[in-house]
């Protein structure tokens, strides 16, 4: 499976964004999620789906984002609302196999929110 990710982009804080990552095949079986990294620091999970819809989010993120997805567009989406400065990041998306041990990646996408 390929992720692409998009909707990265410039705002304001305070501001919002939706990203979508859009995968080539079924994510039906797949619990999925969203990651983010600055420089010099290590990924960081934003907020994960299981393929049930279960969802789980970073505190830093609670009630600001949302993530959702759609099994028919095999596509999964990150809200984010009320975004602050230390929001700023490359988010990736993830895909992890519910069978097995495969785990894919997207390219990531650049959100930077200004002041």
């Known amino acids: 499976v390929q992720l692409q990710a998009f909707g990265g982009g410039l705002v304001q804080a305070g501001g919002s964004l939706r990203l979508s990552c859009v995968a080539s095949g079924s994510i039906i079986l797949m619990n999925m999620g969203w990651y983010r990294q600055t420089q010099g620091k290590q990924r960081e999970l934003v907020a994960d789906?299981?393929?049930?819809?279960?969802?789980n989010y970073a505190d830093s993120v609670k009630g600001r984002f949302t993530i959702s997805r759609d099994n028919t567009k095999n596509t999964m989406y990150l809200q984010m609302n009320s975004l602050k400065r230390e929001d700023t990041a490359v988010y990736y998306c993830?895909?992890?196999?519910?069978?097995?041990?495969?785990?894919?990646w997207g390219q990531g996408t650049l959100v930077t929110v200004s002041s």
């Open positions: 789906i299981t393929s049930g819809g279960g969802t």
């Open positions: 993830n895909a992890a196999a519910v069978f097995s041990s495969r785990v894919f």
